[in-house]
């Protein structure tokens, strides 16, 4: 039996055992990491986009997804090379508009599994606008924000998660500008999935990567993943093997035990803001989750009642009828 996993994309079915489909599938193989695997990777040695990497092969591969359906999307930076070294359908895209391409092939093609990765100069800066309008629209995607808190590519310029203080090209006297906190970005803007991990803990990015997947909106999650190069050790106080503590967030277990009344109720927006507010390096976990009505949902919805209205006519009658109502 073919088995495929439910998750961003509305089209993975599930083929239940006995269960005849009216022209039968051929079988298919599983899908492993060799399949998947495309390019070798050119990030520098040691840089934390690896573990990302492996972390996301993992998860493909074990959601055994149908290899034609997977899309990984990406804008510019050293992160954003990720679509080159999976194979599947992607795009190494413009810089801050992976957002709108992802949100294109999402509502065309919701039978896909849209992933977008990229990084904190891609996501929070030049592409902060189209992250806010992506998640209060809730298009289905997961989106996968590797963030060193620098323009990796560019070679060292202040990011907008650059700390106070951080010498850089473009600020080498130590940046001055107030930081953006990506959970309070992302809880503001509307996102319905929001999650923090870190690239040194390859089993919690697994974990991550896989709610995000099986949420339906959008979902992101903000991975520290240290650029070696020029900005290296800065997330050592989250890495237990380099002396730090990586703090993970206690969900509520709805249990009526004392205990889960200081757990952390993931449905909870001001919770989630305050966790936000906790100082560097902060915890990990989920953050914030909630259901809302994708876009994908309502536009489909919105097009099917369209269709009935005009008497189910096609694509090319319907657009016939507005060349000539434009006459
Ligand atoms: C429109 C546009 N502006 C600027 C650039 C130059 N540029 C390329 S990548 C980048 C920043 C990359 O930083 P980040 O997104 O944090 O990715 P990283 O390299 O750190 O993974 C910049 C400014 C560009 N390619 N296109
Ligand atoms: S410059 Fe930094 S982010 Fe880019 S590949 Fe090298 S270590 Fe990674
Ligand atoms: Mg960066």
């Not at 055992?17 to 990491?33: C, M, N, Q, W, Y």
């Not at 298009?139 to 951080?166: A, C, E, H, R």
């Amino acid at each position: 039996m073919n088995e495929a996993t439910t998750g961003n994309g509305d089209g993975a079915t599930t083929v239940a055992a006995g269960v005849s489909p009216a022209i039968a599938e051929p079988l298919r193989e599983k899908l492993t990491k060799k399949a998947i695997t495309a390019d070798h990777p050119t990030w520098c040695p040691g840089c934390g986009d690896f573990a990302v990497l492996a972390a996301f092969y993992k998860v493909l591969e074990k959601r055994n997804l149908d290899h034609e359906k997977i899309v990984t999307l990406a804008g510019i930076g050293c992160s954003s090379r990720f679509p080159y070294f999976v194979n599947g359908h992607g795009a190494h895209y413009i810089h801050g508009r992976a957002v709108p391409l992802a949100s294109g092939i999402s509502l065309a093609r919701p039978d896909l599994h849209v992933f977008l990765f990229g990084g904190d100069g891609d996501g929070f800066s030049i592409g902060g606008n189209h992250l806010d309008h992506g998640a209060r629209k809730n298009i289905n995607m997961t989106y996968f924000i590797m963030d060193n808190f620098v323009y990796g590519l560019t070679k060292k310029q202040t990011s907008p998660t650059s700390p106070i203080g951080f010498k850089s090209k473009t600020d080498p006297s130590g940046a001055i500008d107030q930081p953006v906190n990506p959970m309070k970005k992302l809880i503001a803007g509307g996102a319905t999935f929001i999650a923090r991990t870190h690239a040194a803990n390859v089993i919690h990015m697994i974990q991550m990567i896989e709610r995000a997947f099986d949420h339906q909106g959008f979902s992101v999650i903000e991975c520290l993943s240290e650029c070696v190069e020029f900005f290296p050790d800065v997330f050592d106080p989250a890495n237990p093997k380099k002396g730090g503590s990586f703090e993970v967030i206690q969900e509520k277990k709805w249990d009526g035990t004392p205990e889960d009344e200081m757990r952390h109720d993931v449905t909870d927006e001001l919770a989630a803001y305050k966790l936000a507010t906790l100082p560097f390096p902060g915890v990990f976990g989920v953050f914030y989750e909630t259901d809302r009505p994708t876009k994908n949902a309502l536009e489909k919805k919105w097009i099917e009642t369209t269709r009935e209205r005009t008497g189910n006519a096609s694509d090319l009658e319907i657009l016939q009828k507005t060349f000539d109502r434009m006459k």
